[in-house]
C-alpha cells in the first residue's frame, strides 16, 4: 500500500514538472488508475493534436460532390434568390381574383349546408302528426296500384323543380346522343366500303 502511495505522489511530481515546461497550446493528461490499482503517466498533448476517435473519415471529392448535389434544391447552379421576381400588377390582381372566388365558394357551401339543414329540420314530423303520416302513405299506396306500366312512360306532371326535370332526362339525350353517333359512324363506314368497291367493280365489269 506504501509503494501505491509513493507511486501516486510520483506521478503527481512528475505532473507538476511537466506543467512548468509546457508550451503553448500543449496541455497534459491527469494520471489515470488501473484496475490493479496503480496509476499511468500523466500524458502530454502537443498543441493541434487529434486523437484517432475525432479524426473525420476521408471522402473522396465525387463522395462530396454527390452530398452536394443531394443538399442542392432544384438543379445545379439553379439559385432561389435569383428565381424569385417581383410580382407584377397583373399577377397581384389575379392573386385577389382568385383569392375572392375562394372565399365565394366558401360561403357558397355553407349556405347550401345551412339550407340542408334547414330542409331536413323541415322534414322531420313530430310525434303528434303520425296519424296523418299513415294517411298519406295510405294514400299513396292506394295509387301505386292504380298506376299501370306502358313502354312509353308520359310524366303526368311536370317536375316542380327545373334542375330535377334536366336530371331526369339526362341520361335519356345520353343515350340518344350515343344512338345517333352509332347511326352516324356505321353509314360513313357503309359510304366508305361503297366508294372503294365501285372502281373495283367498274374494272371487272
Do not use: C, F
Request: cysteine-free; hydrophobic content about 30%; glycine content about 6%.
Amino acid at each position: 500500500m506504501a509503494s501505491n502511495n509513493g507511486g501516486g505522489e510520483e506521478q503527481l511530481t512528475k505532473m507538476a514538472e511537466l506543467s512548468k515546461t509546457l508550451k503553448e497550446g500543449e496541455r497534459i493528461l491527469a494520471p489515470t488508475r488501473r484496475p490493479d490499482g496503480t496509476l499511468r503517466k500523466p500524458i502530454r498533448i502537443r498543441a493541434g493534436y487529434v486523437p484517432q476517435e475525432e479524426v473525420a473519415i476521408y471522402q473522396s471529392k465525387g463522395a462530396l460532390w454527390k452530398k452536394e448535389m443531394a443538399s442542392q434544391v432544384g438543379p445545379p447552379g439553379y439559385d432561389p434568390a435569383m428565381d424569385t421576381k417581383p410580382k407584377t400588377k397583373s399577377a397581384k390582381r389575379n392573386e385577389r381574383k382568385k383569392e375572392k372566388r375562394l372565399q365565394a365558394a366558401l360561403e357558397k357551401g355553407k349556405n347550401l349546408e345551412a339550407e340542408a339543414d334547414d330542409e331536413i329540420k323541415k322534414e322531420d314530423v313530430p310525434e303528434e302528426d303520425s296519424d296523418h303520416g299513415s294517411e298519406s302513405v295510405k294514400s299513396l299506396t292506394s295509387q301505386m296500384t292504380e298506376l299501370a306500366v306502358s313502354e312509353n312512360p308520359v310524366p303526368t306532371s311536370p317536375p316542380s323543380n327545373s334542375v330535377q326535370a334536366s336530371d331526369a332526362d339526362a341520361p335519356v339525350q345520353d343515350l340518344d346522343k350515343k344512338i345517333r353517333a352509332l347511326k352516324k359512324k356505321y353509314w360513313q363506314r357503309q359510304v366508305i366500303v361503297y366508294i372503294g368497291v365501285l372502281p373495283i367493280a367498274s374494272m371487272v365489269a
